[in-house]
């Protein structure tokens, strides 16, 4: 079986989501950073603004509205450096074609071209928008399933199944 695409950055998000959805401590981490230092960062900056002129000290007011503002930027920071992380490891880009074989997976891009045998893929995780084959606990081999028919997207699970069974999905 073969498919052919080309990651955009939505897919490489979609793809970094998952993956910090594997464990407990990762989602909550997730969940910390585009959301709750948000609210704290608003909670902080309500709390500076309560203090103008309550205190004689400047100090704990600017450092209130200095650090909640940081808080409520830091999700935008997490997507500044997940787009700078996704052009610096997707090289020119370009369209990506993985063929799936009993015996292993080829994968060529523009400028690259190689094989993975199924004994070096550890697991694989799915939602209803990525597949990911981890190569390592953190290294791994994302496609997007808008690129696959219903049949790809079956017929894709029934390989993984057969050479993985039911891994960390």
Known sequence: MQI?????FDDFAIAQRLHQRRSAWTSLVYFYS???????????????LLLIGKTSSVQPTVTLLVCGTIL???????RFRLKRWFRQTRGTGGACTITFSD????????????????????????DDKVFMLYLAPVRFLCFPKRICTEVQ????????NRHLGRAAH
């Open 34 to 48: 585009h959301f709750l230092s948000p609210v704290l960062g608003v909670c902080g900056i309500a709390c500076g």
């Open 103 to 126: 015996e292993l997976i080829s994968v060529e891009g523009k400028n690259s071209k190689g094989t993975i045998e199924w004994t070096a893929v550890q697991s694989f995780r799915e």
């Open 4 to 8: 052919t695409f080309e990651l955009t």
């Open 153 to 160: 997207i079956a017929e894709i699970r029934s390989i993984l």
């Open 72 to 78: 409520i930027f830091y999700p935008l920071y997490c």
